[in-house]
C-alpha cells in the first residue's frame, strides 16, 4: 500500500499564496474583460451598504459618545477641554473611524460573503455555474468585490460623521457647547491629509474584506462544516488585514503629508 | 481474457456509429486511492447510457472529468472529437454549452427564483438580449419539466422533485447535445423517480440528446437505460443491455440485480 504523502506546511501556505495571487489575477482579468454585472454589482452595494448602516451607526456613535467621555477628565486636567472637539475630530477620522468601521465590517460583510459562497460550493451552484458555461468570477466574485471596495469607505465617512455626532452629545452630558460651535471646531481642526489617506485606506479595507470573502467562500471544502470554517477564517484573515494595511497607510501618509 | 478486457475490446470506436464522447484509459486518483483505473467508454448519438455503480465506486468523478471539473491524472477524454485537456478556457467554455450537467442536488441558484434560474444560462451563456425570446423558451422549458405553476418560486418553496426538475429544466433551457445526469432520482420518492426517469427518456427522444446517467437506482436504470455498464471499485467489469444483465449469473451483477 502506498505511504501517504504528507506536504509540509511551508509548501501549504506557499500553495496558498500562490492560490490567492491566482485568484486575484482572475478578478482583474474578469474586472477587465467586459459584461460587467451592473444589476448583480447594485444588489450587493444594497446588501452590504445600506444593510450595514445601522451597526455602523450604532457602534459609531458609542464610539464617539466613550471616547469623549474617556477623553474628558484627562483634558480637563491639562486645562485643555476645549481641545475635545479637535482631539476627537483628527482622532477618529484618521485612524479610530476607517479601523473601528473596518473591523465591524470585516465581521458582518466577509463573513457573510464566505458563508454565501462557501454554502454556493456545498451545494454544487458553482460548479453548477462552472459548467453550465458562465464564469462565476465575473458573476460573483466581480460585484462583490468592487461593492465592499466602494461601500466600505462610504459606510465610513457615514460612521465619522455620526461618531462625531455622538461627541457632541456626549460633551453636552456634562458641559454646553452650541452644535454650531462643535462642527466649526471639527471642521477647522480637519484638513485634505487627515481626510483623504483615512478615504483612501478604507478603499484598501473594503477590496480586502470583499477578497478574503470571496476567496474563502470559493476555496471552502465540500462539507457542510467548512461554511462555518469560510465564514470564520474570512473574519478573522480579513480583520487582520485590516490592521496590516492600516500599519503600511500609517508609513505612506507619514512620508507624504507630514 | 479477462472480463474487463473484453470490455475494453467491446470499447473499441465502433465506426457505422457517431461517437459523442470516447473515453480511453482514463485514471485519477484523490492522494494514495485510485478512484478510476483505465476507464475506457463511448457514449454513440442518441444513446443513454447508464454507469451503474455503488456509492464511492467513482461514478460522479467520471462525469466530472468529461467536463473538465476535475482533471484526470491518465488517458484522453474526447467530447465531439476534442480532447478535453487540451482544451483553452473559451473552447472548454463553448464545450461546456454543448452539455447539459444535472447535479444530484439540482445545484439550483438559492438567491434567485426559478425564472431568473432558467434566464441565467439564456443571458450570461448565450446572450440573449430579447426579452420575449428569453420568456418563450423559459416558459417551453419549464412546461416541458411540468413546472410551469413554480416560475416565480423560490428554491427554498421548491420540494426536493420539483429542484430536480428545475434543475434538469435549467439545463436544458439551452438545448444541449449531450446531458450528463449525477445520481437524477437520489432521495425521491418511488413515483417521483419514476417520474424522473421518465423525463429522461422523453428529453432523449425530443431533444435528441446523447445521456450518460449516473445512478444506483435500478428502477432508474431500467426505465432510462439502451446500454448498461457497471463500475466497480474503479473499473468497468459488466457491460450489457437491462435484460442482458438481469439475465446474468456473474455475482457482482447479480448483486444489484436482487434487489428489485
Redesign the interface.
Known amino acids: 500500500?502506498?505511504?501517504?504523502?504528507v506536504v509540509p506546511g511551508y509548501k501549504r501556505w506557499l500553495g496558498s499564496i500562490g492560490d490567492q495571487v491566482g485568484f486575484l489575477v482572475d478578478f482583474f482579468r474578469n474586472l477587465f474583460a467586459g459584461g460587467f454585472e451592473w444589476s448583480e454589482f447594485v444588489r450587493q452595494c444594497y446588501e452590504i451598504g445600506y444593510r450595514s448602516m445601522l451597526l455602523v451607526g450604532i457602534t459609531s456613535f458609542i464610539m464617539g459618545v466613550v471616547l469623549i467621555l474617556q477623553l474628558r477628565p484627562t483634558m480637563i486636567s491639562f486645562g485643555a477641554a476645549s481641545m475635545l472637539p479637535k482631539t476627537l475630530s483628527v482622532s477618529f477620522v484618521r485612524e479610530i473611524g476607517p479601523v473601528i468601521i473596518g473591523i465591524i465590517c470585516a465581521g458582518k460583510i466577509a463573513s457573510s460573503i464566505g458563508a454565501?459562497l462557501g454554502s454556493?460550493k456545498v451545494?454544487?451552484?458553482l460548479?453548477?455555474?462552472?459548467?453550465?458555461?458562465?464564469?462565476p468570477i465575473q458573476?460573483l466574485v466581480v460585484p462583490r468585490i468592487l461593492a465592499t471596495s466602494i461601500m466600505v469607505p462610504v459606510l465610513s465617512v457615514l460612521g465619522d460623521a455620526i461618531g462625531l455626532f455622538g461627541g457632541f452629545l456626549a460633551l453636552n452630558l456634562r458641559d454646553t457647547i452650541s452644535f454650531k460651535l462643535y462642527f466649526t471646531k471639527v471642521i477647522a481642526s480637519l484638513d485634505f491629509s487627515d481626510f483623504l489617506p483615512a478615504l483612501v485606506k478604507t478603499i484598501f479595507f473594503g477590496f480586502a474584506i470583499g477578497f478574503v470573502g470571496c476567496y474563502k467562500g470559493f476555496t471552502s471544502n465540500r462539507g457542510t462544516e467548512s461554511v462555518g470554517i469560510a465564514a470564520n477564517t474570512a473574519v478573522v484573515t480579513a480583520s487582520l488585514w485590516i490592521f496590516v494595511i492600516d500599519a503600511i497607510a500609517v508609513q505612506i501618509t507619514s512620508l507624504l503629508f507630514y | 481474457m479477462t472480463e474487463q478486457e473484453t470490455i475494453k475490446k467491446k470499447q473499441a470506436p465502433k465506426s457505422q456509429k457517431e461517437v459523442v464522447i470516447l473515453i480511453r484509459d482514463l485514471k485519477k486518483a484523490f492522494?494514495?486511492k485510485e478512484v478510476l483505473k483505465d476507464i475506457s467508454l463511448e457514449l454513440d448519438k442518441g444513446e443513454n447510457l447508464v454507469v451503474l455503480g455503488r456509492s464511492g465506486s467513482g461514478k460522479s468523478v467520471l462525469i466530472q472529468c468529461i467536463?473538465g471539473?476535475l482533471k484526470p491524472d491518465g488517458g484522453s477524454v474526447k467530447v465531439f472529437g476534442e480532447d478535453v485537456a487540451g482544451m483553452s478556457d473559451k473552447q472548454l467554455?463553448?464545450l461546456?454549452?454543448r452539455?447539459g450537467?444535472l447535479?444530484?442536488?439540482g445545484?439550483?441558484?438559492?438567491?434567485m427564483t426559478v425564472r431568473e434560474n432558467m434566464e441565467?444560462?439564456l443571458t450570461?451563456?448565450l446572450k440573449l438580449k430579447d426579452q420575449g425570446e428569453i420568456d418563450k423558451r423559459v416558459a417551453a422549458v419549464l412546461e416541458s419539466v411540468g413546472l410551469s405553476d413554480a416560475i416565480d418560486k423560490m428554491p427554498s418553496d421548491l420540494s426536493g422533485g420539483m429542484r430536480k426538475r428545475a434543475?434538469l429544466a435549467?439545463?436544458l433551457v439551452?438545448d444541449p447535445e449531450i446531458m450528463l445526469y449525477d445520481e437524477p432520482t437520489t432521495g425521491l420518492d418511488p413515483i417521483t423517480s419514476r417520474e424522473i426517469s421518465e423525463l429522461i427518456i422523453s428529453i432523449q427522444k425530443k431533444n435528441k440528446t446523447s445521456s450518460i446517467i449516473i445512478t444506483h437506482d435500478m428502477e432508474c436504470a431500467r426505465i432510462a437505460s439502451d446500454r448498461v455498464l457497471i463500475l466497480t471499485d474503479g473499473e468497468f467489469t459488466k457491460e450489457g443491455t437491462f435484460d442482458e444483465l438481469l439475465k446474468s449469473k456473474d455475482k457482482n451483477v447479480a448483486s444489484y440485480f436482487n434487489i428489485i
Open positions: 500500500m502506498a505511504e501517504e504523502i454565501e454556493m451545494t454544487e451552484q460548479d453548477a455555474m462552472d459548467v453550465s458555461g458562465a464564469n458573476y | 492522494g494514495d467536463v471539473l467554455k463553448d461546456r454549452i452539455i450537467f447535479f444530484q442536488s445545484a439550483l441558484y438559492d438567491s441565467f444560462p450570461r451563456v434543475g435549467r439545463t439551452v
